[in-house]
């Protein structure tokens, strides 16, 4: 009874009655037996001549096909093998193809050598497309040095999560001061700002010429009455007036090496932060690097965070020692979703025109020397969810309007001196922490509030 070796076909052998005892009495055909465990028992010589190994007897229960069914490498296509029948085992009696396999953990998968022809060949040669390895034929175009754009090559993606890709220059928009300096994991050479030269400010040129377009045409005076009434739309009379906003323009003018012309659609965002600067004594705080040459959301990595146009988003600047007013400005940033000034020394009111920002979420002035009232207009932004104004001197009432804000989540109002009574928060359905303690408020919070203690 000794079994036919299979030969180099992938097939079990087909002598059903070569059996092997599994217990008293009781007997199973080789490969039926060896599926049960087939790592381990298709190692094994069979137990029915103790001379051929079982993987040579039943080829196909335990993927041992080289002969016939090694997997044809693809050449430099970004494509998968289209040998569907290449399979391994993922559990007993479960198989998948292996770029499929490859899919589920491509990070550690794919520097594997494959199971399916004795571990010779590297899951990523079979699986180009899965494990990204298409440099030969999809090498990013890096653009001319002089060329201000972001490589087009829209299909070289990366991997940011199980079965997540981006294009490189959109993964690179959302942290540029980290990732332009790596080197793009689509070939492991290339430097991203090389690839992005947009997003990576990368442009041997400025983004708006000096030597060219608008500037080239205007004499100094010209350029200063231009600059001077765009930013008259913005500060008024402040401009000049204001110590503050006057340096942020003469700065613009004389001092900023990035020589920015009046047409520059980034111009008044780079003169409300100087203004910030400028007016929260920007030369005492801890750290920054503002007013350098670089694009303003270069400024401050991690504390200004910008979107991939190149727009303010985030202004993070708790903690950072800084000492004056807040600038009303700050409403030309009309992509701001957060605004942290939390834990500094900044004195006067709240800018009413802080309710200009449409996409606001996070509001941050708590821990300052704030006075003044709560300006209702805070509570007109629809996408407001925090908002923490505690460890201030605010005075005045809580303006009523706080009560029809339904995106509130977060309100903390405690340790100032507001005054008069709680505005009625039935409708306030997503409140989880309101706090006004510490305050001189008084009356009854409302019945109509009861109903909200759910979510408290």
Not at 397 to 407: R, T, W
């Amino acid at each position: 009874m000794a079994p036919t070796q299979s030969p180099n076909l992938c097939v079990d052998v087909d002598d059903s009655d070569v059996l092997i005892t599994v217990s008293e009495g009781t007997f199973v055909p080789v490969c039926e037996w060896a599926a049960e465990n087939p790592s381990e028992r298709c190692e094994q010589t069979c137990p029915c001549d103790d001379f051929n190994f079982i993987k040579d007897i039943c080829r196909e229960t335990c993927n041992n096909c080289v002969p016939t069914m090694a997997p044809t490498q693809t050449t430099n296509e970004c494509v998968d093998i289209d040998d569907s029948n290449n399979l391994i085992t993922i559990g007993e009696d479960t198989f998948i193809p292996i770029c499929e396999w490859a899919a589920e953990n491509p990070s550690e998968r794919c520097d594997e050598k494959c199971p399916c022809d004795g571990f010779k060949t590297f899951v990523k040669d079979l699986c180009r497309e899965t494990c990204n390895n298409c440099a030969p034929t999809m090498s990013p175009t890096i653009s001319p040095e002089k060329e201000c754009v972001d490589s087009n090559d829209i299909d070289t993606l990366i991997t940011v999560a199980e079965g997540i890709f981006l294009p490189v220059c959109e993964w690179a928009a959302e942290n540029p001061y980290e990732r332009c300096e790596q080197e793009c994991p689509c070939d492991n050479h290339t430097p991203v700002k090389d690839l992005c030269r947009y997003t990576c400010n990368n442009c041997k040129e400025p983004l708006v010429p000096t030597n060219g377009g608008l500037c080239a045409r205007l004499t100094p005076i010209e350029r200063l009455k231009k600059i001077n009434d765009v930013l008259l739309g913005v500060s008024g009379y402040h401009l000049l007036a204001d110590n503050a906003r006057n340096s942020a323009f003469q700065w613009l003018l004389e001092g900023d090496c990035g020589n920015i012309c009046p047409d520059d659609p980034f111009l008044v965002q780079r003169y409300v932060l100087a203004v910030l600067y400028f007016s929260t004594s920007g030369e005492n705080w801890k750290t920054s690097d503002f007013l350098s040459c670089s694009h303003e959301c270069g400024w401050f990595p991690g504390r200004i965070q910008c979107n991939n146009r190149k727009e303010v988003t985030k202004i993070l600047l708790d903690g950072n020692n800084l000492v004056g007013e807040i600038p009303f400005e700050l409403q030309e940033l009309q992509s701001l979703e957060e605004l942290n000034l939390r834990g500094n020394m900044l004195r006067g009111s709240i800018p009413g025109t802080i309710g200009n920002l449409p996409l606001l979420q996070v509001l941050d002035f708590s821990k300052n020397d704030l006075k003044s009232s709560i300006p209702a207009s805070l509570f007109s932004l629809k996408n407001l969810s925090s908002l923490q104004l505690h460890n201030n001197r605010l005075d005045g009432k809580i303006p009523s309007q706080m009560g029809n804000l339904k995106s509130l989540e977060n309100v903390q109002l405690y340790k100032n001196v507001l005054v008069g009574q709680i505005p009625n928060m039935v409708k306030l359905h997503n409140l989880v922490i309101f706090s006004a303690h510490g305050n001189n408020l008084v009356g009854n919070v409302s019945l109509t509030v009861c109903p909200l203690r759910t979510n408290w």
